[in-house]
């Protein structure tokens, strides 16, 4: 299969949560670059085609699109440059496992 990616996704495994329309689901970024990412959730039909990802660590926010679904794991194209946790106020939300 031919490489397409304009950048090399850099493997991690790193917490974050899938954010959309008041609700949020835990997930785990297993490959990440300027452009995208993948990761893993635990039902895939659950994510909508666009939500926003939200790095546990730092609290950095990306704008997603569903590029792909492979069983739970989600290749999602970045909309927009990341918001810094300071630039935006998360909302309150429940997190659902």
Same mark, same amino acid.
């Given at each position: ?20 329309? !008041? ?28 939500? %926003? #990802? ?16 492979? %069983?739970?794991?989600? !290749? ?6 990341? %918001?810094?946790? %300071? ?5 309150? #939300?429940?997190?659902?496992?």
């Amino acid at each position: 299969m031919e490489e397409r990616r304009k950048y090399p996704r850099t493997e991690v495994d790193q917490a974050a949560y899938v954010s959309s329309g !008041g609700s949020v689901m835990s997930c785990r970024v297993r490959n990440i670059s300027p452009e995208g990412a993948a990761i893993d959730v635990e039902n895939a039909a659950f994510v909508p085609p666009q939500f %926003q #990802l939200v790095m546990a660590e730092d609290s950095s926010v990306r704008e997603c699109r569903i590029a792909w679904i492979q %069983q739970n794991r989600i !290749g999602v194209t970045f909309a927009a440059s990341p %918001q810094g946790s %300071q630039d935006h106020k998360q909302p309150e #939300l429940s997190v659902t496992s």
